[in-house]
């Protein structure tokens, strides 16, 4: 009996642990068709291409239903098209929320802080936005004229799926003390500009030059190159500061978008593409730092896109940089046999360190993602992060040892595990 009872016990244990091992892995297959497949994966491919065309299709189903002959022809489908994308986007949203806990920066904390965290990112809080002025409407008494405003929020779910728009945000990051100095100059434009014009002519038309804050309507038109023609000045003094600031205006409105394009074109020639947690967490030697950290190695990396058979690196060429492998896959032929490196590996890293002349060549054997790290930004990352750094030395120490004595050299992190050099 008591033999029964624990054989059926164990077989519950089993049981139990095998339905985790189950939700584990479907958690994680979630994971990566919304977060780290893209581009690579076929359904990961197919989920975001589904996604884009809904979110498109809901932006022209938002201006379409403004038309009244269509509101009244087709009203009915159009909300019933609106119930299926806040389900969708509904679903969407729980399960990123739901497999959130298996990106690496977040396992180390548990799953509700975790998912906490991760609801407060921008793209989550915009997914949020799509869909909960539908849910608001069902307990509050909301207008539905601005609930189908909000629905434009939905457009903003765009973002996730385009580089461009990560770049761009980074530009506006980045240059936001020139932009905010920008403001400052035109503020200060309008101000000077109002007050100016309004002392010219205010005697002359009191009714549209009565206070500074009236004549501010012309100085936004005038500086802006607008010049809607409703406001004009009729005195000579007033005619001739108004050709001034004209050309004051095209100067200083101008000065922000040289900031933005200037910064948008050093951004677009420095990466190929973005690089996100999503894609550091394929990289061993990265996925288990914190998001501080990552956040602190991301300026030291360059990311490339390469073609299939690309010779990433020549014999013989001198050691700049060593890169990681995103994504693909990078094949070399050395006097150990041929070796090919896989996602999260990584390569260069003897001759970079040693600053000498590349002893072989590396060649991608797929399409290849990889982040390149020059020497200058590695001796930075060391000074940051000694561990990662001496993890990089170790590998680069045990593959030189594996070349010159003929063996195969160790492909990556993981064949390099010892006491001095724990993985990382």
Request: glycine residues 8%; contains cysteine; hydrophobic residues 50%.
């Amino acid at each position: 009996m008591a033999f029964g009872m624990k054989q059926l016990g164990t077989s519950l244990q089993h049981g139990w642990r095998r339905g985790r091992v189950g939700r584990d892995g479907w958690r994680r297959r979630v994971y990566e068709i919304l977060e780290v497949g893209r581009g690579e994966d076929r359904a990961s491919i197919l989920v975001d291409r589904a996604l884009i065309v809904l979110i498109i299709a809901n932006v022209i189903a938002f201006a379409a239903e403004t038309v009244p002959s269509i509101q009244e022809n087709y009203g009915a489908a159009l909300d019933v098209f609106n119930l299926v994308s806040v389900f969708i986007f509904t679903i969407e949203y729980l399960l990123r929320l739901w497999s959130c806990v298996e990106v690496p920066f977040l396992k180390r904390i548990p799953p509700l802080e975790a998912r906490f965290r991760f609801a407060r990112r921008p793209y989550m809080l915009i997914d949020l936005a799509a869909i909960l002025p539908f849910y608001l409407s069902l307990f509050l008494a909301i207008d539905l004229r601005i609930l189908r405003i909000l629905r434009l929020f939905r457009f903003l779910k765009l973002a996730r799926y385009s580089p461009a728009l990560h770049t761009l945000l980074r530009v506006l990051i980045n240059e936001r003390r020139a932009l905010a100095g920008a403001l400052l100059l035109m503020i200060a434009a309008l101000l000077f500009a109002s007050t100016g014009i309004y002392f010219l002519e205010h005697d002359a038309q009191p009714e549209k030059f009565g206070s500074i804050p009236a004549a501010a309507w012309w100085a936004m038109a005038t500086l802006t190159t607008v010049g809607y023609g409703d406001v004009a000045p009729v005195t000579p003094l007033g005619q001739l500061f108004g050709s001034f600031v004209m050309v004051i205006g095209l100067g200083m409105f101008a000065l922000p978008i040289a900031i933005i394009s200037t910064g948008f074109a050093q951004e677009v020639g420095r990466r190929d593409f973005v690089i996100t947690w999503s894609l550091l967490a394929r990289i061993p030697l990265f996925a288990e730092l914190d998001a501080q950290a990552i956040a602190g190695i991301m300026p030291y990396l360059h990311a490339h896109n390469y073609p299939p058979h690309w010779e990433v690196i020549t014999q013989g060429q001198q050691g700049e940089s060593m890169f990681f492998i995103a994504s693909g896959m990078v094949s070399t032929r050395t006097s150990g046999g041929d070796i090919t490196l896989r996602t999260g590996d990584f390569f260069g890293e003897i001759g970079m360190l040693e600053q000498s002349a590349h002893e072989v060549p590396f060649t991608t054997a797929a399409r290849c993602r990889l982040l390149r790290l020059h020497r200058e930004d590695f001796l930075r990352l060391e000074r940051a992060h000694p561990r990662i750094a001496a993890h990089i030395r170790a590998i680069a120490e045990a593959r030189k040892t594996a070349r010159d004595a003929g063996r195969p050299e160790p492909r990556g992190a993981s064949e390099i595990i010892d006491d001095d050099h724990p993985a990382i």
